[in-house]
């Protein structure tokens, strides 16, 4: 599960990725590399917790809502890891879990 959640992760790192021309040589020259924010909601320490991008070693924030609160269904996919592809995604995700 955690190799599909890291899929999806690289998935939307790429997609932001552009480029304006490209030499025959290989190399490309980017006109604009934006690099979204991405967060993964995740359970430590029985509680869901935010990660930032693909650094599941230490939530940037705990929060107080227990992973035992939540529907079986709701509780596998933090386990998984649940990928808010923005901050406004992540506020939303964290408001329906915490209801």
Known sequence: MLICAASAILALIFAAFTYDSFKPSGSIHAAAIETPQIFVLGE???????FEGTNTKAPVSVTQIELQTLREAD?????????????????????????
């Open 75 to 99: 509780r596998a996919l933090i386990r998984a890891g649940l990928i808010a592809a923005s901050h406004a995604e992540l506020l939303e995700l964290l408001e329906d879990l915490g209801s």
């Open 44 to 50: 430590w320490d029985g509680k869901i917790a935010v």
